[in-house]
């Protein structure tokens, strides 16, 4: 693993090289939703903006500019159910993936070890790598909606653990963590808590803070306006923090100086900020319409298709992962699907998943039209 970056093989995977050898398929991997039409209002953009120019003065604050921070926690305190928060308890970065590696080097050392979901997103391979901890999977129920096999967790820990990752709703299966979780109390860790796609609900009502499901542990929430708002350009993450008072005196003042250190996101978004929460939620709401009837359309046209298999609908998030029938070999499948049914879908193994039979991820973002489209083709391949 400390060699990744200096020897890794960067050569593009077979899925990679027939992509960009062909031409006409439709592609139904997309997680960006300014590639598909999904763009906040310009004017609302442009009015938070409008008074920074003439009030611009380089005041950098390692928790974040205050207004900024009070936003996040009137967010916090509008949640179900409601997360109390102060603005010391909230540190805004670049993104959730620089809040990651910030909290990777507040809770760990290297040779440390942090768990991580057996089936999630790639970036955090990377992120260990880079600080040179390992990685530890625990299980993901497929047959229980994803939930989180609790003797799995209590397995895997051992005496250099030293935080545990959840993302809720999960990427991709779609699971929300909507339960007190005991195995995590017998733990007592640290625990990170993903919830970019908290806003995007489907089958739940809501999406449960893990801190307010949890008071006594630590837990650092990361969220921001990539998903929230579909600005992925635009640069703003941030770490809320809860759990106990002691807790949060033993990390805040480390936390501090590490994310001192980088200064990393924009004086101008962090400004903007308030504005955004304060006029933007019309567009999530139109947003997680947009995503939820595309789910609907999904899961009516694959309800019928013997050839998957969806245990139940996800509960939150904006993806599907289908497990295939009668194939075992992703790479095969997604090929075929990509060559001769003209359709491009994620393999399991690209989100870590060896488990029961193959695996594909479908995105629930994609334009309307290109999504029916592409999913007759899937469906037709796989007849």
């Not at 970036?123 to 390992?134: K, M, P, S």
């Not at 860790?189 to 809501?206: G, H, M």
């Not at 139940?312 to 497990?323: D, H, I, R, T, V």
Request: glycine share 8%.
């Amino acid at each position: 693993m400390s060699g990744f970056f200096a020897e890794g093989d960067l050569t593009p995977n077979l899925i990679e090289q027939a992509r960009q050898r062909l031409t006409g398929y439709i592609d139904l991997t997309s997680s960006n939703p300014t590639e598909q039409g999904l763009l906040f209002p310009p004017e609302i953009l442009a009015e938070a903006s409008a008074g920074y120019w003439t009030a611009r003065r380089y005041r950098p604050d390692p928790f974040g500019w205050l207004p900024a921070r009070e936003a996040i926690c009137r967010y916090y305190a509008g949640r179900t159910p409601a997360l109390p928060l102060d603005p010391g308890q909230i540190f805004i970065a670049a993104s959730t993936s620089e809040a990651y590696s910030l909290l990777f080097a507040l809770l760990t050392e290297p040779g440390d070890n942090i768990l991580a979901p057996d089936v999630t997103y790639p970036l955090f391979e990377y992120l260990a790598a880079i600080h040179h901890v390992e990685l530890r999977p625990y299980r993901l129920d497929e047959s229980r909606g994803w939930q989180i096999d609790p003797a799995s967790l209590i397995e895997q820990a051992d005496e250099r653990t030293r935080a545990v990752l959840l993302i809720s709703p999960h990427n991709p299966t779609g699971m929300i963590v909507e339960e007190r979780q005991t195995a995590l109390l017998e733990l007592g860790l640290p625990v990170i808590c993903d919830e970019v796609f908290a806003e995007f609900t489907y089958r739940a009502k809501t999406t449960p803070p893990f801190g307010a499901l949890h008071p006594e542990l630590p837990v650092f929430h990361l969220n921001g306006i990539s998903k929230l708002f579909a600005l992925p350009d635009m640069k703003l993450g941030w770490i809320a923090f809860s759990g106990p008072a002691a807790q949060r005196e033993k990390y805040t003042g480390r936390l501090e100086l590490l994310n001192d250190t980088f200064l990393s996101c924009s004086s101008l978004v962090q400004w903007m900020l308030p504005a955004l929460f304060e006029k933007g939620w019309p567009f999530v709401e139109s947003m997680r319409d947009y995503v939820r009837q595309n789910l609907n359309l999904a899961l009516g046209k694959l309800k019928d298709c013997l050839d998957l298999d969806i245990v139940a609908p996800p509960a939150g998030g904006y993806y599907l992962f289908p497990k295939v029938n009668r194939w075992r070999d992703e790479d095969a499948l997604v090929l075929y699907l990509l060559e001769e049914g003209g359709v491009l879908v994620h393999p399991g193994y690209f989100y870590g998943y060896e488990g029961n039979g193959a695996h594909i991820m479908i995105s629930a973002l994609t334009r309307p039209e290109k999504l029916e489209e592409g999913l007759d083709r899937l469906i037709k391949a796989l007849a």
